[in-house]
């Protein structure tokens, strides 16, 4: 069964430094999310990604994050100029563009530790 | 605007017997309902989605959850309880049935299951 992949499982970085986690969806699916949980709060939304394009975006996800798809299989999550409060499991996920467009497909996740 | 309300943050049952997660959802459109589990350092698997089509809901593992509209509820249950359902449960909603809309997640129900 066709499954969302995220790499690295878990990235250590300093504050002020910049990281990219990437992550390659299920592969005819066409639109692609972030979502972060910080450690005992709720999984947010961060920003859909639909034909090269933010399609929606949460207020957290401000000018420091950037999304792309650099190729026809990877999507990744930059983060410029890391903080501690961006210490956050991050997930992507992907869903297609029918009838089950809203079922949306995880990744295993993807740990951030910003020291 | 959407949201979710997990009723219980932690729930715990002895194997055998049965189980009920309890959600309660507001939305101002016709939303899909999804119940996702998070087994330890696992990703996020859907385990049932619900649309329009009935208002019962059968998903994987033996889960099935009903939606309850007057109630605004969409509860999560199993007759009989296994450990390997030991996990946490996260509630979601989508304001949109059929689009690619951002998820709304609860704050989770951590499922204990005992001997």
């Known amino acids: 069964e066709p499954e969302v992949t995220q790499t690295p499982s878990h990235q250590v970085t300093q504050m002020g430094q910049e990281v990219i986690l990437r992550c390659v969806p299920i592969s005819n699916h066409l639109y692609f999310y972030w979502y972060r949980q910080i450690l005992g709060q709720k999984v947010e939304f961060l920003v859909s990604f639909y034909n090269n394009e933010i399609s929606e975006k949460s207020e957290i996800f401000d000018d420091q994050f950037s999304v792309e798809r650099p190729d026809g299989s990877n999507f990744t999550l930059k983060i410029r100029s890391t903080k501690l409060e961006d210490s956050a499991m991050y997930f992507c996920?992907?869903?297609?563009?029918?009838?089950?467009?809203?079922?949306?497909?995880f990744g295993p996740g993807t740990r951030l530790t910003v020291l | 605007a959407q949201s979710v309300t997990q009723l219980d943050s932690h729930v715990s049952v002895s194997e055998g017997t049965p189980v009920l997660l309890r959600c309660n959802y507001s939305s101002s459109y016709s939303p899909s309902l999804f119940w996702y589990v998070q087994h330890p350092n696992k990703g996020l698997q859907l385990l049932l989605k619900y649309t329009s089509a009935a208002t019962l809901v059968k998903g994987i593992n033996g889960f099935e959850a009903e939606f309850k509209k007057s109630e605004t509820s969409f509860h999560l249950t199993k007759p009989s309880a296994h450990m390997s359902d030991a996990a946490e449960y996260f509630c979601?909603?989508?304001?949109?049935?059929?689009?690619?809309?951002?998820?709304?997640f609860g704050t989770g129900t951590r499922l204990q299951v005992t001997l």
């Open positions: 979601v909603v989508s304001p949109h049935t059929g689009t690619a809309s951002k998820l709304t």
């Open positions: 996920a992907s869903s297609d563009g029918g009838e089950r467009t809203d079922t949306q497909y």
